[in-house]
């Protein structure tokens, strides 16, 4: 078994809304319980539809949100109550890659300043050592000739060439655990297999722990070995990428699966068996499992009773009748 | 042999900026069947709204060349005036899904309203009628009539794209053009709504331009499918052919470029970008992207070879293999 970078116990953030003098307040329970590890070096998928509290959890794990409840476990270390100072270490090991490339990076710094910003920001290095880790990493993102790119604004650049830019920052101080939310839904088909290559292949070189989050199953099993999936806040169902497309137990799984379509020429004449309805309010999620307004094969118990994660088939699965899937 | 609803014949669409025209459709002719559908996929940027927006004349005001012949039941609709085209032809006889649209509905205006509005403009019936007829669109898309009486924040994502598509359906139009139909929607739900496509698709005879940049999405409706890079369509060819294995170099790129779930195959990308269309590469637009460019690709510009079946490659390498059109 390998060693684990992070362990993530029963996280909750619930973000408080506008309370009336008289009633409760309110809460979006956008993550609502959940644990998972994630070994060094591994690299593991996080799905869910928007809304399902993907993003929110990888950024309550970066503590860039405060976790309501629950523990961060980083290197054996607690760091869902670390104070500001003690964070400036954390924001060393862990980054984050954003989905808007436009939008992640100033517009009036250079590339050279985008990259050498959170060396000056954690007071490493002179000049020429900040210089020199800059071409570095612009070397790693293959954006070459660097003397070309350095001093070019972020206007002049294309959307996967921005993207670069975006992972080159995420690699400047060398970290161990790299979060990237959606980091090529902006971008054009083909461009995003270029970005998700050039991520994987720094991934396996800098053996970096590596969490992607995305909402396109399809693209996940060319790019990490795990998949969780999340659903209403709480993890549905997790395991190895192949077996979870070859036998997936939670019935929000399979509706995905059959959601998801491969070129074929089939496909036009079919029409596909997919439940109705759309994901629950997280103000009021449901009661008992979250998914049973729209499951096909919800029952009474579905209704009153939540289902616990257990380990099923070698894969993890928050359902009652999660056994009655195993083929 | 269906006859042919819809003809374009070498169409251009040349948008005038300071640095000159940028030729975001150029010299594009296909034609459609009675209840086919086609898919026309392509790279960000390579004109496939533009062409939309030409087929139904929407244009912005900085046109430099609009030409070619659009026809439509053997009528060329490019040469009716403004009003004709308004009253005869959009919306009536070919309408269209923009782009987005579900976030364009009216926050102030009632559904039922919102959905009717194009028949109070275009036809002189009475408000009770066009009500009727609106009740009866969004009972296609699954709609409840109590919806009527709703404003658009009470509607979830799905049921707002299922009310643009019934205001495009509302005048019972021949063909519908669908834009990135479910370009902002999550994954189950855009399910629902291909199978509700299909659906009105078989009962209503539809005719769709089904415009999305996701080839595997567009497998889920299209007949016939035509790739547009650059401005110029590259390869048109049934399903059956296309999904298996098309011709043309860049149509082989783009389908190794798609991820699949159930299969196991390796993924290529496209080295580069796509050109500006603004000064587009001499020759073949391709080919400094090609894998397979020889000398004579960046020269001259390949004509389109029907190789049968009215499969068409913009291609030299079939030059031999096809009639020159």
Known sequence: MKENLLEVENLRKWFGLKKGMFSNPLHVRAVDGVDFSLGKGEAISLVGESGSGKTTLGKTIL????????????????????????????????????????AALPSFFTIHRILEEPLIIHKMGNIQERRKRVYEALEQVRLTPIEDF?????????????????????????????????????????????????????????????????????????????????????????????????????????????????????????????????????????????????????????????????????????????????? | MTENILECINMRLYYSTRKGPVKAVDNVSFSLGKGESLALVGESGCGKSSLAKAIVKLLPRNVDTYKGQVVLEGQDIMKLNVREFRTEIRWKKISMVFQGAMNSLNPVLKVGYQVAESLLIHESISKEEAQKRAIEALRLVGIHESFVERYPFELSGGMKQRTVIAMALVANPKIVILDEPTSALDVITQANIMNLLKRLKKELGLTYIFITHDIALSSELADKIAVMYAGEIQEIADAEIFYRKPFHPYSQKLMASVPTLRTDKKLEFIRGAP???????????????????????????????????EHCVKCWWFEGSGEEK
Request: glycine share 6%; with cysteine; aromatic share 8%.
């Open chain 1, 63 to 102: 503590r860039l949100y405060e976790p309501t409840e629950g523990k961060i476990i980083f290197k054996e270390r607690d760091i869902s109550n670390l104070d500001q100072k003690e964070l400036m270490w954390y924001r060393r090991e862990a980054a984050l890659i954003e989905q808007d490339p436009f």
């Open chain 1, 150 to 327: 350095a001093p070019k604004y972020p206007h002049m650049l294309s959307g996967g060439q921005l993207q670069r830019v975006a992972v080159a920052r995420a690699l400047t101080l060398d970290p161990e655990l790299v979060i990237a939310d959606e980091p090529v839904s902006m971008l054009d088909a083909s461009v995003r297999i270029e970005i998700l290559t050039l991520l994987r292949e720094l991934q396996e070189k800098m053996k970096i722990s590596f969490i992607y989050v995305t909402h396109d199953l399809a693209t996940t099993k060319y790019f990490s070995e795990r998949l969780f999936i999340m659903y209403a806040g709480k993890i549905a169902e997790s395991g190895d990428i192949r077996e979870i497309i070859s036998q997936p137990l939670h019935p929000y799984t399979q509706a995905l699966l059959k959601a998801i379509p491969d070129p074929d020429p089939g496909n036009r004449k079919i029409l596909r068996d997919i439940p109705p309805g759309e994901p629950p309010n997280l103000i009021n999620p449901p009661s008992g499992c979250r998914f049973h307004p729209r499951c096909p094969y919800a029952t009474e118990r579905c209704r009153e009773e939540e289902p616990l994660v257990t380990e099923i088939g070698g894969h993890m699965a928050a359902c009652h009748y999660a056994d009655s899937f195993l083929k």
């Open chain 2, 275 to 309: 050109p500006s269309l603004l000064n587009p590469p001499p020759g073949c637009r391709f080919h400094p992207r090609c894998p397979s460019v020889f000398d004579r690709c960046s020269k001259e510009n390949p004509g389109v070879f029907d190789l049968g079946s």
